[in-house]
């Protein structure tokens, strides 16, 4: 049990475009999803915190008109990279958890690569 | 923030026990150490987790402190596929370096 997905597993896009990425749990329902940014050979870093039907709450720094994120139901959270520049080329990993417990369940990560 | 603090690396002989320390001296007391592990290009994986007394489960033990301030995950066989980087975090806590694992054969 507690199996997250997330989809795409890699992207390629073009300098300007915007990107989508889904994290679904699939078999427990996700009072709350987090998204994480991870550079190579880094730790995670947190991007925001979303609780389904609120507003994600962001971390100091992180532009939440950049990255955009919607969490419309138990099971899925979506991550919008709008304009990707070079830079926002990363891993992004999604957890979830839910049912009054702390414990967070990954998704498998999205590498992003902006040409 | 909540914070923990782990060794960079730990070193391990295949099918020996290996201890994984974790300190968190800023813990509240309703705080649950939540342990996962990583590998290369995937998302972390849940390990384990405990409130104040030990735990156990088909991957590892969690032995807490009595004053809950530090706690050490424990392999107790390590195997070529337990090397990993190992996080222990709070809640609302942010991720920290991790323990990178190395099992030599």
């Known amino acids: 049990g507690a199996v997250v997905s997330q989809h795409p597993s890699w992207v390629i896009c073009k300098s300007g475009t915007s990107v989508k990425i889904e994290c679904r749990s699939l078999?427990?329902?996700?009072?709350?999803m987090f998204w994480y940014r991870q550079f190579p050979k880094q730790s995670l870093m947190l991007m925001a915190t979303s609780n389904e039907g609120s507003k994600a709450t962001y971390e100091q720094g992180v532009e939440k008109d950049k990255f955009l994120i919607n969490h419309a139901s138990l099971t899925l959270s979506t991550l919008t990279v709008t304009s990707a520049h070079p830079e926002d080329s990363s891993f992004y990993i999604c957890?979830?958890?839910?049912?009054?417990?702390?414990?967070?369940?990954f998704g498998p990560g999205t590498r992003l690569t902006v040409l | 923030d909540a914070k923990t603090t782990q060794p960079n690396s730990m070193e391990s002989n295949e099918e020996e026990p290996v201890h994984l320390p974790c300190n968190h001296s800023?813990?509240?007391?309703?705080?649950?150490i939540h342990w996962y592990r990583q590998l290369p290009s995937q998302g972390p994986e849940y390990v384990i987790h405990g409130l104040t007394s030990n735990v156990n489960n088909r991957m590892a033990s969690l032995a807490i402190a009595e004053d809950r301030k530090s706690s050490t995950l424990i392999l107790h066989r390590a195997t070529l596929r337990d090397a990993a980087v190992y996080y222990c975090?709070?809640?609302?806590?942010?991720f920290g370096a991790g323990t990178r694992l190395t099992v030599k054969p």
């Open positions: 800023t813990i509240s007391g309703t705080d649950y």
């Open positions: 078999d427990f329902q996700a009072t709350t």
């Open positions: 957890s979830a958890s839910g049912g009054g417990t702390d414990t967070q369940y």
């Open positions: 975090i709070l809640p609302r806590g942010r």
